[in-house]
């Protein structure tokens, strides 16, 4: 019995010693020169305009930059968002450009480690109908006229406009559940069954409406046994499902915090940990809203499930098969022996 105690034991540290390495991580790469701001939203109503600025700034010590500007369309790539630049000068508008409705200048100079400050501005026409519009400012090296515009300075603004009035709002849910990222060359994917542990949970959505949309809500993982968790926001930092985009938006079971360094500067970074799930059947329940202007008047409810049964737990419960099997056959053979030795008795009385 100590002997077996003692393989049953080794089996679950070698098999926990390989499940439980390490994973690196990859960063993203930045322009080593130019500095800007991501994204614009605004609410313009029509025949009324928005006039802001952009701060520009270059990273450079000794060089000083020259930018050329451009408003260019975008759409997507994939369903993780990724914007794709329509940057071809004979590219066809799309019907939600803001190409028409925003101007900035051309060109910019910024002296090195300076920034300096641009206007933009945004006037929607009289009558215009409501929806959304969205567009992205390109910034690159050189003039046109210095015949150098290059992208090793190259940056993007994403801008956005919401026009109020009678939209259609329509996000249509196409997937939920337990969901594994890319891994290498491992495309993404929901599963149902897995011995992987779950780091992701996920919905996809399609965007039917004419203007963007950004979902908010919960997700209730609930185990067969055991305490329910919430996961309370879905969409922390209100990623958008843009006008007919089918987007995948990916929660952590488990969120964790660390301190990184960025360009000098110590800041807070996030990242999906080990879940911490024990091996089991798990129910999942999606509670979305969505709406424009800060109204939450839509609402999309789904449910869903998965199995998680990682290899040492398959191995550990092959090995309790065996025990119960081996224990469970030497009581049976020594009943049935008994009963033979009573029955023998029986017989020569």
Known sequence: MKRLKSILLTACAVVLGVTLLPVQQASAATSAALSITPKKSYTVEPGKSVKDTLVIRNLDEAEKLDLTLRVVDFTYTDEGGTPKLMLAEDAPQTTWSLKPFLTVPKTVSVAPKQSTTIDMNVAIP?????????????????????????????????????????????????????????????PASYVYFTAENPKNVAYTLKNNGNVTEAPVGSITV???????????????????????????????????????????????????????LWPGFYKLDLNLFYGQNGNRTQDIQSSSWFIYFPVWAIIVLILALIVIGFFGYRAYSSARNKFGKSKKLSHRK
């Open 126 to 186: 009289a009558n215009h109908g409501a929806g959304s519009y969205y567009s992205a400012i390109v910034y690159s090296s050189g003039t046109p006229e210095e015949g150098n515009v290059g992208l090793s300075a190259s940056g993007v603004t994403l801008a956005f406009v919401n026009i109020p009035g009678e939209v259609k709002e329509e996000l249509k849910l196409e997937k939920f559940g337990a969901y594994l990222p890319v891994e290498g060359k491992k």
């Open 222 to 276: 609930k185990p067969l046994f055991g305490k329910e968790r919430v996961i309370q926001d879905v969409n922390p930092s209100q990623s958008l499902a843009l006008i007919g985009q089918t987007r995948t938006y990916a929660a952590c079971f488990k969120l964790e915090s660390s301190e990184v360094e960025f360009q000098g500067s110590r800041t807070q970074s996030s990242a999906c940990a080990n879940s911490d």
